[in-house]
């Protein structure tokens, strides 16, 4: 069974910190890129990040550029978004994604999480 199960989310104060994790399960996690969107009630998704299979290669939203990183540990089956200097504008509901290549749409991954939310608020 797939599963891709996000954690780390929750509240944080302006200017804080937090790592979420995307655990991967069920398929050939070192062939597929890793994805995270997040979408903000009234608000249409948005891509944030992407990491390639072989973590050579990351995209970022310019939104998110220099405050967020992305990482992924084989061994765990594991990819991590780290978010720095977080803003109110980043609360969301994160969910990560699966596919082959990093795609800019989200219709272009293969499996999805059910995500988790993360609220930045003084």
């Known amino acids: 069974q797939v599963q891709l199960v996000e954690s780390g989310g929750g509240f944080v104060q302006p200017g804080g910190s937090l790592r979420l994790s995307c655990a991967a399960s069920?398929?050939?996690?070192?062939?597929?890129?890793i994805g995270w969107f997040r979408q903000a009630p009234g608000k249409e998704r948005e891509g944030v990040s992407c990491?390639?299979?072989?973590?050579?290669?990351?995209y970022f939203a310019d939104s998110v550029k220099g405050r967020f990183t992305v990482s992924r540990d084989s061994a765990k089956s594991t990819v991590y978004l780290q978010m720095n200097n977080l803003k109110p504008e980043d609360t969301a509901v994160y969910y990560c994604v699966a596919g082959l290549h990093c795609s800019g749409g989200y219709a272009g991954y293969t499996y999805w999480g059910q995500g988790t939310q993360v609220t930045v608020s003084a």
């Open positions: 069920g398929f050939a996690f070192d062939y597929y890129a």
């Open positions: 990491i390639s299979s072989s973590g050579g290669t990351t």
